[in-house]
């Protein structure tokens, strides 16, 4: 039996659920001998790692701090990965070079889709690293009329510039002091670390209700930025939404064969409720 292997890369990474979800999709698929692990790896590690992994690697999940890397380690790019500027996604082709996609921008646009988000919204993209690059193309695909993008440091709001031309979309930059002004977007995207925008929620002058919003954390969920909306009556997407709607595109593009969302979705939800 041939064994194929598959991992997410990232640091911090003991606390993913990718490993649950795709090992459950194998399992569904029949899809015996491939496995998927954990690696923790820092973005400066990153080209070194892959390039020492063997033919036996099917393919790469990256998430925070690694996506910028995993597009430079790439031999090719899809179009949305390259207009991006980071890849989450890792797939090995049959002459071992490594093919990069970003399954986030199709991710977001799902799970927004699904929140209500309609053509002609303003979005507002708290942070400003990979994460942030992939809500930026997501806005364009959503027919957003303008996106706001609030960082702690100028200087990250200038490298996002080049994905929001490329995509199309206007983006404005504004500093981390006048992020609250910003909340009552039409959707709020959070991309920041853990902790980050804790702080804006004693800050907040109150949501509109008609706001949605998408934290792209999930550990710990929800987090207070996540629950003080939902008590003021927004429509909340969570990183599990995102999480699951990513992998189902990384699954199909490792294995060949179709995702079983269902079963992946169940599995989900089922180590979260543990």
Request: glycine share 10%; hydrophobic share 50%.
């Amino acid at each position: 039996m041939v064994a194929h292997r598959a991992a997410v890369l990232g640091k911090p990474i003991a606390h993913s659920l990718s490993p649950v979800i795709h090992n459950a999709g194998y399992a569904a698929a029949g899809l015996t001998g491939w496995s998927y692990t954990r690696i923790e790896c820092a973005a400066a590690e990153l080209p070194d790692l892959v390039a020492g992994l063997g033919p036996e690697w099917a393919g790469l999940s990256v998430t925070m701090p690694g996506k910028e890397a995993a597009l430079a380690v790439a031999g090719q790019a899809s179009p949305v990965a390259a207009a991006v500027g980071a890849a989450n996604t890792l797939v090995r082709r049959p002459d071992g070079s490594w093919y990069a996609d970003n399954t986030d921008v199709g991710g977001m646009v799902e799970v927004l889709t699904e929140a209500g988000v309609r053509p002609g919204a303003t979005v507002t993209v708290l942070g400003a690293g990979g994460t942030a690059r992939a809500a930026v193309a997501a806005a364009a695909s959503l027919g957003a009329r303008a996106v706001t993008v609030v960082a702690r440091r100028a200087v990250a709001v200038d490298e996002l510039r080049p994905v929001a031309r490329a995509v199309d979309v206007p983006l404005t930059g504004a500093g981390w002091d006048e992020a609250v002004a910003h909340l009552r977007a039409d959707v709020v995207v959070s991309t920041v670390p853990k902790g980050v925008a804790d702080s804006l929620v004693d800050a907040a002058p109150g949501w509109s209700p008609a706001t949605v919003v998408f934290d792209a954390l999930y550990d710990p969920w929800p987090t207070p930025l996540a629950a003080s909306a939902r008590a003021a009556g927004c429509r909340i997407v969570s990183g599990l939404d995102l999480l699951l709607a990513q992998a189902v595109g990384q699954f199909t593009q490792f294995t060949g064969v179709p995702a079983p969302r269902a079963a992946m979705a169940a599995a989900l939800a089922a180590a979260r409720a543990r």
